[in-house]
């Protein structure tokens, strides 16, 4: 395994931990960091130091006065056409924009200015995604039937996965950058290999169209959201389905692993949003409270907050207290008058599609 991706996998079960226990500014780091290596062998005598110096910034972060101000930064023209999705890399540094003009535009997040232009789908492009955390790499899925893979730097594209018989609507990296997942209304979802560009494994199973997919950080599972009401939890490596989520009373929009992989939060046209236990996929709650359909649902990193976008301009933001000794899971949430979101990983751009 490279070494940095040996890094940054230290970091993610780092950052897990620190989740599970609550990291506060009185917190005993050094004693934090002792629990945290009693559980989780791969943070090793060697890692130590370095593990108490990134517990120790990550609490400095937490004293910090938390009175920042949103304003509006840019306005870009961007395309011709309307705007289908944007996304950010990791650093939020750059973002990519795709659009009914059938083309990508990356653009550098500081300056507005436009890096390149990626050309060559022959119909809308619609689900755009980077290879994060490395953004080395973009994925772009059309209505053509075809998703692309792109070098970030140079525009150069590295492959063209063909084989859906219907428009691509969603897609999604896996954390190692080694897998790519497409979703398309034909109700299948493929998983590529980056490095051959050759098609893996087809993921059938659904009744209707596929609009939302996500891969777990350990990059092991993989869920789908369809029109049929379900979603879907997969076994990467043999392509076969785990569990079936059922439950919600309209078709899925949204679907998304927390980052320890333990929970599973689907947003539906019901107007609900649920929770579900990953590993069994049982239901573990309802979030109720908007008037129209759910658009979009994500977890915060820390999987301690849900945020809901809905067709009815709210934005509901949702605090989880997992409670293992019950099995219950508590719910509390605030209004806000915007639709649908996209968070920079950063957290310092947000993006508002209306």
Known sequence: MKSGRFGFLIFLVLFCFVSFFFLIISTDVIALVEEIQKREPLITVSYKEHVIHLVRRLQEKLGEKKDHKFYLFKVLKTHILPLTNVAFNKSGS??????????????????????CTLEGHRNVVYAIAFNNPYGDKIATGSFDKTCKLWSTETGKCYHTFRGHSAEIVCLSFNLQSTLLATGSMDTTAKLWDIEKGEEIVTLSGHSAEIIALSFNTTGDRIITGSFDHRVAVWDVGTGRILHTLMGHRGEISSAQFNWDCSLIVTGSMDKTCMLWNAMTGTHIAT?????????????????????TASADGNLVKGGVSWLKSTDQCLFYYRKFGIK????????????FTL
């Open 94 to 115: 750059r973002f990519i924009t795709g659009s009914y003009d059938r083309t990508c535009k990356v653009w550098d997040t500081a300056s507005g200015e436009e890096l």
């Open 287 to 307: 979030l109720i409270g908007h008037s129209d359909e759910i658009l979009d649902v994500c977890f915060d990193y820390a999987g301690q907050r849900i945020a």
């Open 340 to 351: 649908l979101k996209k968070f920079s990983p950063v957290k310092i751009f947000f993006f």
